[in-house]
């Protein structure tokens, strides 16, 4: 483009001298040598200035480009750890297909399923925070020069991430509680409505403490991490007044199997259902227990030790986490 651009620069058209009865010749005036580089020079400063539609190059030529210049060995194994994990993964459907006969696959299904709930997530999430703590807090009765000591650091960096980011996708969640709190105040059941307003406070709160530490809030008397431990005070109460009621939910079960209850006596359907109501209470209350303890822990109201805190989290997270797998 420069040198078509010189050229129409350095060859403008002139009249030569022509015969009387003839039309005049057109003819292009030789180059000088500065002509020429400045002419050079002008068109290649439009080429430069002209935009590009392209911030980097897409395809080539770039590091992050599609296809990036490969410098060594080991930005290759980088390159081609995505496309590896990719291929293992037909590979291995490939070969269920052949043994199988089918695609299908009712543990694939399920687990996708489960993973794709935000409370399955978010219980997910949890027991993998707890078993970093569990693993952190073994370590450091373990020797300084421990090999799992070097990812320290990184643990713990994740351990942050998933609190963020299981409070992030907490937004909103007090909102069923709202209408049950209703409920419970048209009932006169006075443990159920603390138990709801305890609930619905802590979420609110706990979103105040989302605002205060990405600073859209400032607060003169609470630093954020001050703010956090008095509202896991609160859930801590929570706890055991959930205890109580499920004690309270076993108790009323069996009393009317006693009075001789359709609903929950007379039959083998009816005692199946009173009996898998009560183990779910009890199951609940020992998951209680163990939250308990743990937030003693982390709202600093008892210090303990992380190992055994850290696999009481897993536990409880187990048992929150199996309510949202498929059929369950």
Known sequence: LAQDFSQARLHPPVLCTSPPNQQPIMSAAPPTAAAA???TATA???VKAAPKFFATPPFFGH???LFPPVKNAEQLKQLSLGPLCMMVLAALQLLKRKITGTNASKLWEDTWKFISKAEARDKLGRFVQYAIRAITGSLQYAAPDHPLNV???AMKEMQTTLAWARRTMR???FMPHVPKLAKA???GDALEATTCVILITF???DHIYWLLKVGALK???YTPVQWHRRNLRLITVNHVLNFILCGRTIKRIRDKQAEGDSKYSGSKEAVAKADKEVYDNKKQMFRLVLTFIQMLHVAQIKKMDDWYIGIMGMMSSYLDAAKQWPGN
């Open 185 to 187: 105040i048209e009932n």
């Open 44 to 46: 290649t400063a439009v």
């Open 63 to 65: 590091v992050e480009a």
């Open 203 to 205: 979420i609110i709160q």
């Open 151 to 153: 990812w320290v650091p």
């Open 171 to 173: 937004w909103g969640k």
């Open 219 to 221: 607060f003169q008397s």
């Open 37 to 39: 580089a400045t002419a």
